[in-house]
């Protein structure tokens, strides 16, 4: 079927006009006239003398080959793919002849706000009656795109999966799928097992109740008889007092070095080893046996400053650094088993920065020959090499690549960048330069859609204009759009390309645009 464009005020029609052989399915035409059904065009019936037409109304509307031409993210393509469905789900309900749909991307048109598809139904007797493979249909739009590589492809391969695992397609279950991987509606299964707070309580408080006697049991009383099982847990800090004793009686060690000591005495140095008291909780819980506890731990920490104290005094401490090569020569150090070795530096001061660039490798040897060795070591000492470099130093210039004079930087392939352009368009609004840098160029104020976007201007439609790169050359498309497209003050026809050339205006609705190529 041949369409053309008709422009009438701010709306653009898609026309077709009947030919001679052409019989009007009356029926078909008054259920879509009278009805508003999802996701079908409307139609506009018109007859003039003898000739008659058909008119959609497709303003601010771009077909599905051009919405497909670029990146197709998940949202697109699941938007369209639900609204072809919903129509030829609608169309069946209506009793429409599916080959009256038009099912090929060129005629079919999509809101870039919404992502929702419009189909065209030609209302006509007598079509050649052709069996659609939907299943065909989709995995051909499927295996044509470029996806988002920033989205998870999970749901491309899982509609390419039903696609080829259905012997028999289904517009109701394909369109499940969509619906579930659109909206998740699978998901609210997950919320139904619930279970009740009360069934969860019971385990956990019973376990600790059956544990209550097995905790109290071995616990001894004073009097050294066990405790009965249903006695109350009050009874619990007194008993804990009187644990040391049947430490007392069950244990018993001497100190190494001094007399055995009194089964009292490590007792207590239990209690001090297990529970330690400050002046502030003495004062706080003041009793005889906290404070005796004090005091034995008191007495326990001089005890062991003293042990401390001794045995520094009768070893020497060295806090002698690891030398390096230089310390080694000015301080000396002692050789085991022989006397120290004192090695006196023979006049200059060492420079303590120079020190730390010594190698450290020679120094675990230690023995006295190579000390003897290291003497003329202090010459490669005094090499400047922390100094700063003297003004005669050269480090080079820049490398001359080309020829080019020394000390210039060389520009690599300078006449090369004089023959390549790059097109822009040149905003008149703003003197804002758009570089052209694909070969489907998007203008218009849907942000999520375009490549360039034009929110202060609310003349300008979603998708408004594209300009397209064909072989070095540059066309203007009007895709649509409800204010026209104007080339050096002529308004443009819709949906088709008109080639640009450097310095040509290109006004889309009040806004005006220089076309230029460098």
């Known amino acids: 079927m041949n369409f053309t464009f008709e422009t009438q005020g701010a709306n653009t029609y898609l026309v077709y006009q009947l030919t001679g052989v052409d019989e009007l399915d009356t029926l078909s035409l008054g259920m879509i006239t009278n009805n508003k059904i999802n996701n079908l065009a409307p139609i506009l019936f ?14 601010s509307k771009t077909s599905v080959k051009e919405f497909f031409s670029g990146i197709v993210t998940k949202n697109r393509l699941l938007g369209v793919f639900s609204s072809i469905l919903s129509a030829l789900l609608a169309a069946d309900e209506y009793m429409l002849n599916p080959s009256s749909i038009m099912l090929d991307l060129e005629n079919l048109y999509v809101d870039v706000h919404s992502n929702s598809a419009m189909l065209i139904c030609v ?35 899982r509609l390419i999966s039903y696609l080829n695992s259905s012997p028999i397609f289904s517009l109701e279950a394909f369109k499940k799928v969509i619906d579930d991987l659109q909206y998740g509606a699978g998901s609210q299964s997950q ?13 956990i408080v019973q376990p600790p109740a059956q544990q209550i ?3 109290i049991k071995p616990v001894v009383q004073p009097s050294g008889q066990p405790q009965q099982a249903g006695a109350p847990v009050v009874q619990t800090p007194p008993v804990v007092k009187n644990i040391p004793q049947p430490v007392v009686e069950q244990q018993g060690f001497s100190i190494p070095g001094a007399a055995p ?16 008291i400050s002046m502030f909780g003495l004062l706080m819980n003041y009793s005889k046996e906290n404070k005796a506890l004090y005091n034995a731990q008191k007495q326990q920490k001089k005890q062991a400053t003293a042990n401390v104290a001794t ?18 020569v000015q301080t000396g150090f002692a050789i085991p088993g022989q006397s120290p070795v004192s090695i006196s530096q023979p006049s200059a001061p060492v420079q303590q920065p120079v020190a730390p ?43 001359v690549l080309s020829g080019a004079v020394s000390g210039e930087t060389s520009v690599l392939n300078s006449g090369a960048t004089e023959n390549f352009k790059q097109p822009f368009l040149m905003r008149r609004k703003n003197n804002e330069k758009i570089i052209l840098d694909k070969p489907v160029f998007r203008i218009g104020k849907e942000k999520s859609y375009v490549d360039y976007f034009i929110g202060d201007n609310t003349a300008i439609s979603r998708s408004h204009a594209n300009v397209v790169s064909h072989g070095g050359e540059y066309f203007v498309v009007d895709t649509n759009s409800t204010n026209h497209v104007f080339v050096n003050g002529s308004m443009i026809q819709k949906n088709a390309e008109l080639k640009i050339s450097h310095g040509d205006t290109v006004k889309l609705a009040n806004e005006e645009f220089e076309f230029k190529l460098y």
């Open 123 to 157: 209302p006509l007797l007598k079509l050649t009656e052709t069996n659609i493979d939907l299943a065909a249909f989709f995995k051909g739009i499927i295996f044509g795109l470029q996806f988002d590589p920033a989205e998870n492809p999970e749901y491309v391969t």
């Open 191 to 203: 919320k139904k097992p619930h279970v009740a707070p009360q069934s969860v309580v019971q385990p």
């Open 213 to 215: 006697p097995i905790i």
């Open 46 to 59: 018109t007859q003039m003398d003898e000739q008659k037409y058909l008119k959609y109304n497709i303003s």
């Open 311 to 328: 045995f520094t005094s009768q070893q020497p401490i060295n806090k002698q650094v690891k030398p390096t090569k230089q310390q080694s």
């Open 261 to 276: 000591q009194q089964p009292q005495p490590i007792a207590q140095q239990t209690n001090i080893d297990e529970k330690k």
């Open 357 to 399: 660039k010594v190698p450290v490798a020679a120094v675990p040897s230690q023995q006295p020959k190579p000390v003897q060795q290291q003497q003329p070591q202090p010459q490669p000492v005094q090499q400047p090499v922390y100094t700063s470099p003297s003004p005669q130093m050269n480090f080079g210039e820049t490398s």
